[in-house]
């Protein structure tokens, strides 16, 4: 019996390692969490384009949105671990199980990760018809408007979303809340003056400030991002406490043998160090990880850090966990 299963699990290595060897032999999805046009989106697709020559596949980007990125998360935690579907996501894959009582998958075991794409901050936007021109004008706005005000967000746990209760507690105030499917939709309603604020990641607010469609005012992070200088940071706004740095990363179902991790990690990291990205992600003031945290076990500890983080935070700031 017991050389019966030795036997049965040798020959699961072999398969697993032949599997690894012809990896990959058809086209791989990319699943995206959130909305075409949005943050996450465009990190996607500058990088499915590297990634694609290194790996001599096609890599083809499928949007599945709705409830937060969770459905993204649960379609990815059903599919093979076979390395031909993977997903980007961010700290909205952490945030989750604090936020929706009925996953239908673990967010700690269903995943693995397959490393660190790209960090950068959040920047809180006005639509152009704002008279607000100044941070400390616009946080008197949001003040005296009070439950008239209305925030968009990207769905519950998405990082507009807890930019969103960040700024809420640091101002004291409940805006009325605004969901979309992305900060893509999001960002369309903002600049058509649908929608009063929007906390979106620099990526997609960059263009969008530097070409007039929307008003940018206070950058979530420690220092002026050097694209859009103006925009002051939030210790400089007066609100040290509204401080926020978003980042994703490449994940595969559970199970994806270690050989296939290894090439998709590869492929990552060739498109990490591709000079066209790093001009693209510098433009759109978000960056890489340093390659010393490249490694799939630097992407491992972030997500379980991040998983704790985001529970505790979600906990002392009374958000329920609730079913989508
Ligand atoms: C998006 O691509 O729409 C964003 O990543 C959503 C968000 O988390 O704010």
């Known amino acids: 019996m017991f050389r019966a299963l ?130 400390s004008e616009l946080i008197a706005y949001m003040k005296a408007q009070g439950s008239k005000l209305t925030m968009a967000h990207a769905g519950n746990g998405s990082n507009a979303h807890l930019c969103a209760i960040l700024l809420g507690k640091a101002l004291n105030i409940k805006p009325v809340y605004v969901p979309y499917n992305g900060t893509g939709p999001a960002m369309n309603d903002l600049v058509s003056g649908q929608v009063d604020v929007l906390c979106d990641q620099s990526t997609t607010s960059v263009p969008q400030i530097l070409g007039g469609g929307v008003k940018g005012y206070i950058v979530t992070s420690d220092k002026r991002l050097d694209v859009i200088k103006d925009v002051v940071t939030a210790r400089e706004a007066g609100l040290p406490q509204f401080d926020m740095t978003i980042w994703h990363g490449l994940y595969a179902p559970a199970g994806i043998p270690p050989d296939i991790v290894a090439k998709l990690n590869d492929a990552l990291r060739k498109a990490l160090a591709d000079p066209m990205i790093v001009d693209r992600f510098i433009a759109a003031g978000t960056t890489t990880f340093p390659s010393s945290e490249w490694a799939v076990a630097a992407h491992k500890a972030r997500f379980e850090f991040e998983v704790e983080r985001w529970n505790t935070f979600l906990k002392e700031a009374g958000v329920a966990a609730a079913a989508r």
């Open 6 to 135: 030795r036997f049965i699990a040798a020959l699961m290595v072999l398969a697993g390692s032949a599997q690894a060897q012809s990896f990959p032999n058809k086209v791989i999805t990319l699943v995206v969490p959130f909305a075409a046009g949005g943050p996450s989106d465009v990190i996607a697709r500058l990088i499915a384009q590297p990634m694609s020559q290194s790996l001599g596949q096609q890599i083809i980007i499928e949007n599945v949105v709705g409830a937060g990125g969770t459905l993204a998360a649960a379609r990815v935690a059903r599919a093979a671990p076979d390395g031909y579907t993977i997903m980007i996501h961010h700290l909205a894959l952490a945030a989750a199980p604090s936020l929706y009582s009925n996953l239908t998958y673990n967010t700690r075991t269903a995943f693995s990760p397959l490393g660190l794409v790209n960090t950068g901050p959040m920047v809180l936007l006005g639509k152009k018809t704002l008279e607000a021109k100044t941070a």
